[in-house]
């Protein structure tokens, strides 16, 4: 080898595109979108909202929530149009403050976001499967199907139904890039036929029907329910639609809207970015508080608000050991509660299982997704850079999306068998992920000035002013006040733990292990002679 080639400077990046084929049309882009946040995932809203904020208003919670969510949304989409790349907020907030910021930001986020996966067995088997078997027990008057409903509950159960969730998704998205976004854009058309039918049905049967089957089928009185609801707590009629408790019941409804930004992340691989970008981000967020609304209203009055309230905050109540008459097996979900509306078995099962698909789906979007932050990484060199390597036949990151879905399962045993810390850690991970949102705001505040050369790049929609102020800028700051409310309001329940304990002990070790492991690659880079600083500084080509 010559000198002339010995001293040739090294490249920046691995190579000058990254692979990735733009393949995802916008309508896939906002199936992504709704598929993370679940639209059918709203049968478990009213019971947690009304369970943890009794004096909140189920029915504009999400509204609170869309109000709280819109300034992240613009501010993503602002962003996202600036610089379309893999990994988002990754390499926007890196290259506006500093790498290792960029990484331990986005590091967090999809360390707390994968983490859900690992509940995905809890619900299934509690929420969906057991409640289904306890109502088709009562509809056939079988002790077989009512002891099954017990019986499947187990931790061993959740935990193996979460394996085989996460491997059927990984599997999903590591077949093709089209094959994991129409699948998730198909179900989203589906869930809004499933939602107008349960609509339908809660209509037909109205709350005078709900009340004679409960009386018939579940073994209580329904107004003793709420005599006995509102003896712990449960609110009387309607609550506000305006006030403090529905906008913290809002915030807490928050988790169901993380997943707004996704298509950001694999921004490059959209087809008509732009339009693609507010259609998912916007138009998706608008859609899913829509719908959210229309089913909770459904809910809400199809059993009777006192009834709604009572059952709830008895919930809450048997949950944290209060001795209380519980009348139903678990959490008081729509979709189970469904058999005091119909008893037609195929409904009462089409709603049940509608809630498992659509954490099928959930983990679909999440593997997704979330596999572009680690394509990013390694092709930034953070990690190894064989994770940015795409599949030639599927034009998929197979290895990105093989060690997210390790994560994945670290994660489901994890959550299951609950080992200290980590057991803990994830009951605030709403909270963690706004905490990181913090940084990506302080980075659209700053972006225009500390960044003038990108910015003056950026397309003419993300450089518009609003009274002489960047528009990013002002999004950032109108996030930053979203980021408080929230993080204030998710710490108001007792959800079991301390969040003092999980804060220092759990969420911000999460931030620290991102900025310790971004500093062992850099010192080993550096020996290779490579800067990661330095390619922290660059635009990475798409």
């Not at 896939?28 to 004096?55: C, I, K, Q, R």
């Not at 500093?98 to 509690?126: D, E, K, M, Y």
């Not at 009055?301 to 048997?318: C, E, Q, R, W």
């Not at 060199?381 to 030639?392: E, K, L, M, Q, T």
Request: hydrophobic share 55%; glycine share 8%; aromatic share 14%.
């Amino acid at each position: 080898m010559s000198s002339s080639e010995t001293n040739k400077p090294r490249p920046l990046f691995t190579r000058d595109a990254t692979g990735l084929v733009k393949s995802v049309s916008g309508l896939d882009a906002l199936g992504t979108v709704l598929s993370g946040m679940g639209l059918l995932l709203v049968f478990d809203s009213f019971g947690l909202t009304l369970g943890f904020y009794p004096n909140g208003n189920p029915i504009t919670a999400p509204l609170m929530g869309l109000l709280l969510v819109l300034p992240l949304a613009v501010m993503y989409i602002l962003f996202t149009i600036s610089l379309p790349r893999s990994g988002g907020d990754y390499v926007w907030t890196g290259r506006i403050f500093h790498p290792i910021v960029g990484f331990f930001t986005n590091f967090s986020i999809t360390i707390l976001a994968i983490s859900f996966l690992g509940a995905i067995g809890t619900s299934v088997s509690q929420w969906c499967l057991s409640e289904m078997f306890y109502d088709l027990g009562l509809v056939y008057k079988s002790s077989s199907l009512m002891s099954l409903a017990t019986s499947i509950e187990t931790t061993n159960n959740a935990f193996w139904i979460s394996i085989l969730f996460i491997l059927i998704a990984a599997g999903l998205v590591a077949a093709k890039t089209s094959v994991a976004a129409k699948t998730m854009r198909y179900w989203t058309f589906a869930s809004w036929i499933i939602g107008a039918i349960f609509i339908a049905t809660v209509l037909y049967a109205g709350s005078k029907g709900f009340e004679a089957n409960f009386n018939a089928l579940s073994g209580a009185n329904y107004a003793q329910v709420i005599t006995a609801g509102q003896a712990v707590g449960a609110h009387v009629g309607v609550a506000p639609a305006l006030s403090n408790a529905s906008l913290y019941a809002g915030a807490l409804g928050l988790l169901g809207y993380l997943s707004f930004n996704y298509s950001s992340y694999f921004a490059a691989e959209i087809k008509h970015g732009n339009r693609a970008q507010v259609l998912a981000q916007l138009g998706g967020s608008v859609t899913f508080a829509i719908f959210s609304v229309a089913m909770l209203a459904a809910m809400y009055y199809g059993m009777g608000p006192n009834f709604a309230n009572s059952i709830s905050s008895l919930y809450t109540a048997h949950l944290f050991g209060a001795p209380v008459n519980y009348p139903y097996v678990g959490l008081p979900m729509a979709s189970g509660l469904a058999v005091f509306w119909t008893q037609n078995p195929i409904l009462i099962v089409l709603f049940n299982m509608s809630f498992v698909v659509a954490l099928l789906m959930l983990a679909v979007a999440i593997l997704f997704t979330l596999s572009r932050n680690l394509f990013a990484w390694s092709f930034d060199r953070v990690i190894p850079v064989s994770f940015a390597d795409v599949n030639r036949r599927t034009g998929t990151p197979l290895k990105a999306i093989t060690v997210m879905t390790v994560i994945g399962i670290f994660f489901a045993y994890v959550s299951n068998y609950q080992i200290g810390l980590f057991g803990e850690l994830f009951s605030y991970g709403t909270a963690g992920t706004f905490i990181a949102f913090i940084f990506v705001a302080l980075a659209a505040i700053a972006f225009p000035w500390r960044r003038k050369d990108i910015f003056a790049l950026a397309h003419t929609n993300a450089k518009k002013k609003i009274l002489g102020i960047p528009a990013i800028s002002l999004a950032g700051i109108f996030s930053l006040i979203s980021c408080a409310i929230v993080i204030y309001a998710l710490i108001l329940p007792d959800f079991g733990p301390s969040f003092t304990k999980i804060f220092f002990e759990g969420i911000i070790p999460t931030f620290i292990a991102g900025v310790v492991i971004y500093a062992i690659s850099s010192v080993i880079r550096s020996k290779q002679g490579i800067s990661l600083s330095l390619i922290g500084k660059e635009i990475p080509p798409e």
